[in-house]
């Protein structure tokens, strides 16, 4: 069943952006919000081609230079991550505070709840896999991960949360990443609230990222550290790997904006702005919107330069 309600008015959403901007700068001095979490105060972005979806407790859409266009969003409170595919223009995956996860095959302009078998919790991050458009991943928090391969109208439970210094963490980022490493080239990245993990598609073990053959890693238990890695104990805000360029990875920490060119060994810093969630367009590796405390940026040369999104 598709689920439609009343469209937001621009004023509204413009409103949530300040809202969230407030929040993450009073975040960044230090200020704790009683009761924020990622999980209650999310805010996430995607390109569906080259639309900008921008989405919260209301969703906006913002197609190459026009005036955006207030969207329907699904049933479920606020969204927490978006997820489109480069081969399924129009399709766009939320997972929600409420409700799971809910699909759009319109652009945004309607959405169906596809949340059949998932625990009755928020879902954190949701990814697509790189290889297999259908195939939906889905954080959820205080859970694990679950994995959907008709696009999301059943699940089942896949991995157990990254165990990390001592106990499971949340899921904060998901990103699918192609790989000749991994089980038939998929590997899930996971950005969590003490650093990067990831887990190839026969969720054998969450593993540190590391260089050489990961595969054979796994069977030996070795554990290369990576050479450059990002900070250590940092979360990671967001994480995204670019569709055309499957090796390039984007992660959001508090200390800024970071990129790697070989899958997450070797890492520099591109921003110093905290961002909470970005996106990178399907064709063009190099063109990237990030929303920061400041509101929404991009950058069309591989975050060498930022300028802020006019027309929002």
């Not at 399709?91 to 998932?118: C, H, P």
């Not at 990103?175 to 899930?188: F, H, P, Q, R, Y």
């Not at 670019?242 to 890492?267: N, Q």
């Amino acid at each position: 069943m598709t689920l439609l309600l009343p469209t937001p008015t621009r004023r509204t959403f413009l409103t949530s952006v300040v809202a969230f901007g407030a929040g993450a700068a009073a975040s960044a001095s230090g200020i704790r919000t009683v009761g924020a979490t990622p999980a209650a105060t999310g805010f996430a972005i995607a390109f569906d081609g080259d639309a900008l979806i921008v989405g919260s407790e209301q969703l906006l859409r913002r197609d190459d230079g026009e005036a955006s266009t207030p969207l329907r969003g699904p049933a479920g409170g606020n969204v927490l991550s978006l997820v489109t595919h480069k081969d399924r223009a129009g399709r766009i995956a939320a997972g929600l505070a409420k409700g799971g996860v809910a699909l759009s095959v319109d652009g945004g302009r309607s959405w169906e709840a596809r949340n059949q078998g998932l625990p009755d919790a928020p879902v954190t991050a949701v990814t697509v896999a790189a290889l297999s458009p259908d195939a939906l991943y889905a954080a959820v928090r205080g859970d694990g991960l679950w994995k959907s391969d008709d696009a999301g109208r059943s699940w089942a439970f896949a991995m157990d949360r990254p165990w990390l210094e001592g106990s499971e963490r949340d899921t904060m980022a998901l990103t699918s990443v192609d790989l000749a490493t991994g089980m038939g080239g998929i590997w899930i990245y996971a950005g969590t609230e003490l650093g990067l993990t990831r887990v190839p598609d026969c969720f054998c073990r969450w593993q540190d990222v590391q260089p050489g053959d990961a595969m054979d890693a796994l069977v030996s238990g070795g554990a290369p550290v990576p050479e450059v890695p990002l900070p250590k104990g940092e979360p990671i805000l967001a994480l995204i790997s670019a569709p055309s360029l499957p090796m390039r990875l984007y992660a959001a920490l508090p200390s800024g904006i970071w990129v790697s060119e070989d899958a997450g060994v070797v890492w520099a810093q591109r921003s110093s702005s905290r961002a909470q969630a970005l996106a990178v367009h399907p064709e063009n590796a190099d063109h990237v919107a990030a929303l920061t405390r400041d509101g929404l940026t991009q950058t069309r040369d591989g975050g060498r330069s930022w300028s802020a999104l006019a027309n929002l």
